[in-house]
């Protein structure tokens, strides 16, 4: 069984709704709708919580359910099938994964030629995001503060901060950025 057919069945099996799991769960019930509708999978802790709300112990929650299929996903930048946003005529952004709302990570090759920018971004909180830089130098503004990366240079930060990715530079700027969770 999967994991959120799983928790739905012992949660109608308690007649308890949403709402009731939520609460004595202390999870969101957007969280537990993602989770139940196998959106998303949550953590270990996040079973915990849902296992002493339904009163059942981890051993006996994961006892019947399935191993998930092992999943990849290749993807080559320069394909038909990569989804690619632009900014600005330039500055772009290429997903490197397909299915983005099932993943825990959102990765990215952002490129940004000479006075290019990206827009302002700004996650939810407990967003997080890495940054390393594969080719020129880009600039990354986080909060108004200014972090200048060159070549195999990197950056981690939490991205609830207001940040963007700006080229001052006169040789296009290539990064590898990966935020994680994926707000969705």
Known sequence: MELGKKIRQLRKEKNMTLDDLSKLSGLGKATLSRIENNIHSGTLKTHMKICEALGIS?????????????EISAINP????????????KATSVILTQGVSKKNMLPQLIVVEPGGKTSLEENPRGTEKFIFCLEGTIEVVIAEKKYALRKDGTLYFKSSFSHYFTNESSKKAK????TSPIAL
């Open 175 to 178: 990064i590898l950025s990966v």
């Open 78 to 89: 320069s394909s038909p099938e990569a989804e690619i946003f632009s900014y600005d005529e």
């Open 58 to 70: 981890l051993k006996d929650f994961y006892s019947d359910i399935e191993d998930e299929k092992e």
